[in-house]
């Protein structure tokens, strides 16, 4: 229920509660065009321990982070955007290790290694975006430029 007194950030919040408690499956959207991605950090995260989906300079940035929350966080949003990714190029194979999102620096850098032309254009000139508030990690992609914050 919604109160008159409830914020933005509240009431998505409180939405975002409702569908993805207890979910490990991410929730896509679309704002002004633009594919989005939201999933609970914790249900989302468990599943990517011990999987091998990323690359070696990926794993490094993720081993700097010392604090267990942000380093969840962290794989959440590269992971995000991978899924994204696979989605819009209808490609599941993009979720490996062969495309690396670099988020050590703004903006977000994506990288293919895919032999086919291409698919690996199409992913190197994508922009993406990775935001977190909360329980939850938000991913963004789009031809151009692009900044999502929650």
């Given at each position: ?33 633009t ?111 692009l900044?999502?914050?929650?």
């Amino acid at each position: 229920m919604i109160s008159a007194f409830q914020t933005t950030d509240e009431i998505l919040t409180s939405y975002l509660s409702e569908v993805l408690n207890n979910s490990a499956q991410p929730l896509f959207f679309s704002l002004m065009q633009t594919p989005c991605i939201c999933a609970h950090r914790e249900h989302y995260g468990s599943q990517l321990q011990g999987v091998a989906v990323f690359h070696d300079e990926e794993l490094l940035e993720i081993g700097k982070v010392s604090h267990p929350r942000r380093k969840t966080e962290k794989m959440v949003g590269k992971m995000l955007v991978k899924e994204l990714l696979a989605r819009k190029l209808k490609s599941p194979k993009l979720k490996t290790g062969s495309v690396r999102v670099l988020a050590d620096s703004h903006p977000v850098r994506i990288l293919s290694e895919l032999s086919e032309t291409n698919t690996a254009e199409s992913i190197n000139s994508t922009h993406a975006s990775i935001s977190h508030s909360g329980d939850f990690v938000f991913a963004a992609i789009g031809d151009r430029r692009l900044g999502i914050d929650f």
